[in-house]
């Protein structure tokens, strides 16, 4: 069983920056696949980001790609999206999920309760 807690959404302006955290609990974390996904008003969650447990293999959606970088430190069980020239677009409910796979919702297992990202223009 793994737990996430995700933190660090917040309002910002368009062109500005947020990094999000996800804090895992339970064990092997570091066996897992770790990604990120956002889901928006009335659109189905989509997939933003994921890193594998191993080398650290990273893969990101073409939307953020560029922009945005994840990364894990598994010492402290810890996931990051690091979120650069922030859009409009990339206003989302953001949520951590880990599990064994890359890029549909059904490839992971536990998924965070989510985090807020608001963008202004």
């Known amino acids: 069983q793994v737990q996430l807690v995700e933190s660090g959404g917040g309002l910002v302006q368009a062109g500005g920056s947020l990094r999000l955290s996800c804090a895992a609990s339970?064990?092997?974390?570091?066996?897992?696949?770790m990604g990120w996904f956002r889901q928006a008003p009335g659109k189905e969650r989509e997939f933003v980001a994921a890193?594998?447990?191993?080398?650290?293999?990273?893969y990101y959606s073409d939307s953020v790609k560029g922009r945005f970088t994840i990364s894990r430190d598994n010492a402290k069980n810890t996931v990051y999206l690091q979120m650069n020239s922030l859009k409009p677009e990339d206003t989302a409910v953001y949520y951590c999920?880990?599990?064994?796979?890359?890029?549909?919702?059904?490839?992971?297992?536990?998924w965070g309760q989510g985090t807020q990202v608001t963008v202004s223009s």
């Open positions: 339970g064990r092997t974390f570091s066996r897992y696949v």
């Open positions: 890193i594998s447990w191993g080398r650290g293999r990273t």
């Open positions: 999920a880990a599990g064994s796979g890359w890029y549909g919702t059904n490839d992971y297992d536990y």
